[in-house]
């Protein structure tokens, strides 16, 4: 039968290993956000997808900390629930901006296929001639 009380030392790293080392000043060697100047998220706004249901959610709980007399607590949710309000409305107009430049390039190349029908005709005006 195998003890796993003997076999401890093989499923933990030792001391030596740590992946961040830090150097005298206290900060990690190995960070790759210490300068903050090229830090981007990967997926921006990924959390605030159900921002409609968020605003929702932080209105009821401050309605309810009114209800329990609580009134610093049901500014905060107050707070994000503006919050979230704003990430909303920011949704809206990247959506409404993404649609006039998809409209207008689709003008744009009506446009550029009526000028060219234009050109066409022209060009068999000419060579019947």
């Not at 990924?46 to 500014?75: F, P």
């Not at 919050?83 to 901006?97: C, D, M, P, V």
């Not at 689709?106 to 066409?120: F, H, L, M, P, Y």
């Amino acid at each position: 039968m195998n003890n796993f009380k003997n076999n401890r030392r093989g499923r933990f790293k030792p001391n030596g290993d740590r992946t961040f080392r830090r150097n005298g000043n206290g900060h990690k060697v190995n960070s790759d956000y210490n300068n903050g100047s090229s830090f981007k998220r990967r997926h921006p706004g990924k959390n605030n997808q159900n921002a409609a249901k968020l605003v929702e959610k932080y209105n009821d709980l401050a309605r309810e900390a009114l209800s329990n007399g609580d009134k610093i607590l049901s500014e905060n949710y107050l707070q994000h629930s503006e919050h979230f309000s704003r990430i909303l409305i920011s949704q809206e107009n990247s959506r409404n901006h993404s649609e006039n430049l998809t409209e207008n390039s689709v003008n744009d190349n009506d446009q550029v296929s009526v000028q060219t029908d234009i050109k066409e005709k022209e060009l068999e005006e000419t060579s019947s001639k």
